[in-house]
């Protein structure tokens, strides 16, 4: 009978303990979910020990790093891992044992210590100590054991100062070593020189030769450059798109730097290669140079003031920052701030400058030019300010300020009976890049109650060439309107003779620079011909702009041309001026 109640009291007893398993195995996976969700897509490894230092859990990275077998849930950890704290080095099974002693209610953080996996793998690690309650059933308290591999993120922090696709260092490297540059050249008076190096038309030729050459172009570029850094005076970072900055050492002279950039543009004339043709590529380039152009903080600055000024001559241009050279006649950040009042303060006033029919020479058109009377510097070149305003966004307000004044002006002229002429504004990518733009110019005519054929709209040819898809939808657009489109500056660009077909002009305007020297400069006067030829061929009227006397009248009037704009007939005037010549 004894027997028996033992048996069964037995049975009892393991039926009890495989219930109280399988409910902790429950609550373990449970636990293991939520432990899942929180720390398995992290790098830091997490390991939980229990009192018993059975495993309770540990996440992917801690696997990974302590090469757990894969049954390692419920097991006893037997550690080998050792860790250097501060000069010691210690068990890690040690460190948790020292743990279980120290209050409950706090961290033990042991920042910059070793891991030793093994005899030869050491790891730069942060390692946190803390302690958790989990049910199993019951509430136990655990060991958590948190590794930070600092050799990863050291790996992530040194991608970071790379440029992603040259792998040079990048722009935030430039700023880390800038310092140490300047304190150098200071305290041993050399010349240091900050080259900016841009290459030109790069996004004109991303649309010609695809993505993937282009940044080919700009890796090997990037591994030309590297090539010069075996001179331990020269650093080269790969600081934005088209960006490269070299930094030169112990130079003698300001013409030193000059002759190291043009060795460069040399060598970039005929180093790529495309299917058997060379690629003619030329580069921009910018140097500040200390002590020469300034205080040593600013260089960097006066090296990007450079640059700009190198790219609006034109490619292939190299120009060193002097002072003497760079004094600003205007504060572009007081333009900048004066901007926004300067509309409603009435500032900006619309000038018209005319344009003569050749066969008369009387005025039946004219070109809406801006002028900004401003309180400080007077009246102040647009050259100066519509870049300005370009950078900024503000030139679509600009934009829309032009058209309503000239729309308004249009409505007093024919309600007094003037002479009705076509009055044409300039436009730029900015303003049409809104997606509004044709949208608002169909409303401005509607609220005018004028006929569209009283404006037109000037883009010049190497803004329309930047998105020339995008330039052609939208002047349709405009065309359909019923407003007049003009190209303006021909002949400063590239447009070929298949764009000009399929660009929806109704005038083409010769730029200045072509007309200039026409007069003695036979080259000159083929090219014009041959333009006024070619628009008369595709429909479109000839506008030539810079006429400054009487033998250009007569000579380009022989040519064909339809229309003539210059100082010979009228500068710009303001309005009240202006409409004396339309009565």
Same mark, same amino acid.
Not at 152 to 161: D, L, Q, W
Not at 414 to 427: A, H, K, M, T
């Given at each position: 009978m004894a027997i028996i109640l033992l048996s069964i009291l037995f049975a009892f007893y393991t039926y009890f303990l495989s219930r109280q398993k399988k409910k902790l195995r429950a609550t373990l996976a449970n636990n293991l979910r939520v432990f899942?969700? %929180?720390?398995?897509?992290?790098?830091?490894?997490? +390991?939980?020990?229990?009192?018993?230092?059975?495993v309770m859990y540990a996440s992917n990275a801690m696997v990974r790093l302590l090469e757990l077998k894969s049954d390692f849930l419920l097991k006893k950890y037997k550690s080998t891992v050792q860790i250097k704290i501060k000069k010691d080095w210690l068990g890690l099974d040690q460190l948790i044992q020292e743990q279980r002693t120290q209050p409950k209610d706090k961290v033990k953080a042991y920042p910059h210590a070793t891991l030793k996996i093994s005899a030869d793998d050491e790891i730069p690690v942060n390692a946190y100590l803390d302690t958790i309650v989990m049910e199993m059933p019951k509430d136990v308290v655990c060991d958590v054991i948190s590794i930070q591999d600092l050799s990863?993120?050291?790996?992530?922090? %040194?991608?970071?100062?790379k440029h992603?696709?040259?792998?040079?260092?990048?722009?935030?490297?430039?700023? $880390?070593?800038?310092? %140490?540059?300047?304190?150098?050249?200071?305290?041993?008076?050399?010349?240091? %020189?900050?080259?900016?190096?841009?290459l030109d038309n790069l996004s *004109?030729?991303?649309?010609? #030769?695809?993505?993937?050459?282009? $940044?080919? /172009? +700009?890796?090997?570029?990037? *591994?030309?450059?590297?090539?010069?850094?075996? $001179? /331990?005076?020269?650093?080269?970072?790969?600081?934005?798109?088209?960006?490269?900055?070299?930094?030169?050492? $112990?130079?003698?002279?300001?013409? &030193?730097?000059?002759?190291?950039? &043009?060795d460069i543009q040399k060598k970039l004339a005929t180093f790529y290669k495309m299917d058997d043709v060379h690629l003619h590529l030329t580069v921009s380039a910018g140097i500040g140079i200390y002590p020469d152009s300034g205080h040593i903080r600013l260089l960097l600055d006066h090296a990007y003031k450079a640059l700009a000024e190198a790219e609006k001559e034109g490619d292939n241009n190299i120009t060193i920052f002097l002072p003497e050279k760079f004094t600003a006649a205007y504060d572009e950040l007081r333009l900048h701030g004066d901007m926004p009042g300067a509309l409603s303060r009435g500032e900006f006033e619309v000038y018209y400058q005319p344009i003569v029919r050749v066969g008369d020479q009387e005025v039946v058109a004219a070109e809406a030019l801006i002028r900004w009377k401003h309180p400080q510097y007077g009246m102040i070149p647009p050259d100066v300010f519509i870049s300005?305003?370009?950078?900024?966004?503000? #030139? /679509?307000?600009?934009?829309?300020?032009?058209?309503?004044?000239? +729309?308004?002006?249009?409505?007093?002229? &024919?309600?007094?009976?003037?002479? *009705?002429? &076509? #009055? @044409?504004?300039?436009?730029?990518?900015?303003?049409i890049n809104t997606g509004e733009f044709v949208q608002h110019v169909e409303r401005k005519l509607a609220e005018h109650q004028l006929d569209p054929e009283c404006i037109k709209f000037e883009i010049t040819e190497g803004i329309a060439m930047l998105n020339e898809a995008q330039t052609v939808k939208y002047f349709l657009a405009l065309k359909k309107l019923g407003v007049g489109i003009s190209l303006d500056d021909f002949g400063t660009g590239y447009t070929s003779f298949g764009y000009l077909k399929k660009f929806p002009a109704d005038i083409v305007k010769i730029d200045k620079s072509l007309v200039d020297y026409i007069l003695t400069n036979e080259e000159d006067q083929r090219i014009v011909k041959a333009i006024i030829e070619l628009a008369h061929t595709l429909g479109m009227k000839i506008v030539v702009e810079g006429i400054e006397n009487q033998?250009?009248?007569?000579? #380009? @009037? @022989?040519?064909?041309?339809?229309?003539?704009?210059?100082?010979?007939?009228?500068?710009?005037?303001?309005?009240f001026e202006f409409q004396k010549l339309i009565r």
């Open positions: 899942q969700k %929180a720390f398995d897509i992290s790098d830091d490894a997490v +390991l939980i020990l229990s009192p018993q230092n059975k990863k993120v050291k790996e992530r922090s %040194a991608a970071e100062f992603p696709l040259t792998h040079l260092p990048n722009q935030f490297q430039l700023y $880390n070593d800038l310092p %140490a540059f300047f304190s150098k050249a200071h305290l041993e008076k050399n010349k240091l %020189a900050l080259v900016l190096m841009s *004109r030729l991303r649309s010609i #030769i695809g993505d993937e050459q282009t $940044n080919d /172009v +700009l890796k090997k570029f990037a *591994r030309y450059l590297e090539t010069l850094t075996k $001179n /331990v005076n020269v650093s080269v970072y790969h600081t934005f798109d088209n960006h490269f900055l070299l930094t030169v050492k $112990n130079l003698h002279s300001i013409d &030193e730097a000059k002759v190291f950039v &043009e300005l305003m370009e950078k900024t966004g503000f #030139i /679509v307000k600009l934009g829309q300020f032009i058209l309503d004044e000239v +729309l308004k002006q249009q409505k007093r002229w &024919e309600l007094f009976n003037f002479n *009705r002429i &076509e #009055i @044409s504004i300039n436009v730029s990518m900015v303003e033998q250009m009248v007569d000579m #380009i @009037s @022989s040519y064909g041309c339809d229309y003539l704009q210059g100082y010979h007939f009228s500068k710009p005037l303001p309005v």
